[in-house]
C-alpha cells in the first residue's frame, strides 16, 4: 500500500520525531556510560548491556521467534557486524587520540551515508540534504574541536573506521528494514551483537566475575540496555522504514548536542561560545533537513511501502 499526501508527510514527521527521540537517549546515557566504564571492560559492559536488552526483546516478541528465516538471520548477521565494528573502532581510537578528534571523525559518518547512498541507488540527496550535511559537520567541528586543534595519529585511522561502520549501518538499516519485520531484525541484531562482544570480552578482558560491578555499573546497564538499546534500535529498524539513510545520518549527528547538555546539567560541565554555536549548527542542519526540499527522494522511499 501506497502512501500519499498529508499521510506522507505525517509518517515522514513521525519517523524523524522517533529517530531524535532517539538521540536524545543515547545523549543523555552518554554521561552515565562514561562514569561506569572506569569500573568495567569496555566489551564486557556491551556484552552484558546487549544482553539484557537481547532478553527484554525476546520476552516481548516471542511468539515471533518461529518466524526467523534466512532472509532476517542474513540481514541481522550484516547490521550486527557494522554496529560492533562501530564500537569497536571508537573505543580503541580513543586509546591513542583525544575525545575532541574522536566525536569530530566519528561524526563524520554524516557526510559518508550520503556518499554511499548515492553510490549504492545512484540518486543524489535533495537540497534539504546536503544543507543540513553542511551544517551538522560545521557544527560538529565548532563543538567538538577545540581551537581547530586537530592532528592526524593512529588512533584518529582507527575511528576513521568507527565513522565507516556507523555509516554503513545505517545504510544496511536503510535497505534491510522496509523488506524485513523490524521487531524480528532488532532482536537478531542485537542478539548477534551480543554475542560478538561476549567473544571479544573473553578473549581480551578479565572474566566478568573478576571485574567491579559498582553501583555505577548496574545503573549504566540498567539505564542503557532497554531505552538506548532495544527500544532505541527497535524504533530505528522501524522508523528509517520511513525516511531515507541521509536524513538519519543528519539527525544522528545530534548525539554530541544531547550529550553536552546532560554533560552541562548532570557533570556541571560548560560549554564555550564556539561549542554553543556547534550546537546550534547541528540542530539548524536538522531543521533545515526537514524544511527545505529533497526532490522527491523521500516521497518515493514512503511510496514503496
Known amino acids: 500500500m501506497k502512501i500519499q499526501g498529508s499521510a506522507y508527510r505525517l509518517a515522514a514527521i513521525k519517523a524523524d520525531a522517533s ?37 527484554f526483546l525476546a520476552i516481548v516478541f516471542w511468539r515471533k521467534l518461529p518466524q526467523i528465516n534466512r532472509s532476517t538471520l542474513k540481514a541481522a548477521g550484516i547490521i550486527s557486524i557494522f554496529l560492533f565494528a562501530g564500537y569497536a573502532f571508537q573505543t580503541l581510537g580513543l586509546i591513542y587520540t583525544t575525545a575532541s578528534n574522536s566525536g569530530f571523525i566519528t561524526g563524520m559518518s554524516v557526510i559518508m551515508v550520503p556518499c554511499f547512498y548515492i553510490m549504492l541507488t545512484r540518486k543524489r540527496p535533495g537540497i534539504g540534504a546536503v544543507a543540513g550535511v553542511c551544517l551538522a559537520v560545521s ?10 586543534n586537530f592532528s592526524l595519529n593512529y588512533g584518529d585511522l582507527l575511528t576513521f573506521f568507527c565513522a565507516i ?30 554475542f560478538i562482544c561476549g567473544i571479544v570480552s573473553i578473549a581480551f ?86 524544511i527545505l526540499p529533497d526532490h522527491g527522494v523521500r516521497h518515493e522511499c514512503l511510496a514503496q511501502k
Open 205 to 290: 578482558e578479565p572474566p566478568l566475575l573478576a571485574q567491579n560491578f559498582t553501583p555505577e555499573v548496574w545503573q549504566a546497564l540498567l539505564i542503557t540496555a532497554i531505552p538506548a538499546t532495544a527500544l532505541a534500535y527497535l524504533i530505528q529498524n522501524t522508523m528509517q522504514k520511513f525516511t531515507t539513510p541521509v536524513h538519519t545520518a543528519i539527525i544522528f549527528a545530534g548525539e554530541p548536542v544531547f550529550a553536552a547538555l546532560a554533560g552541562i546539567y548532570f557533570l556541571g560541565e560548560s560549554l564555550s561560545i564556539q561549542q554553543g554555536i556547534g550546537c546550534i549548527l547541528i540542530l539548524v542542519g536538522t531543521l533545515v533537513n526537514e
Open 19 to 55: 529517530l531524535l527521540a532517539v538521540v536524545v537517549v543515547w545523549g543523555i546515557t552518554f554521561v552515565v556510560v562514561k562514569n561506569a566504564l572506569t569500573d568495567i571492560g569496555v566489551f564486557s559492559f556491551l556484552a552484558i548491556r546487549f544482553c539484557i536488552a537481547f532478553i
Open 165 to 194: 561502520s556507523f555509516a554503513l549501518h545505517i545504510i544496511c538499516v536503510g535497505i534491510f528494514a522496509p523488506k524485513l519485520d523490524a521487531q524480528l531484525l532488532t532482536l537478531l541484531q542485537i542478539g548477534l551483537t551480543t
Open 139 to 148: 557544527g560538529l567541528a565548532l563543538l567538538t574541536l577545540d581551537n581547530y
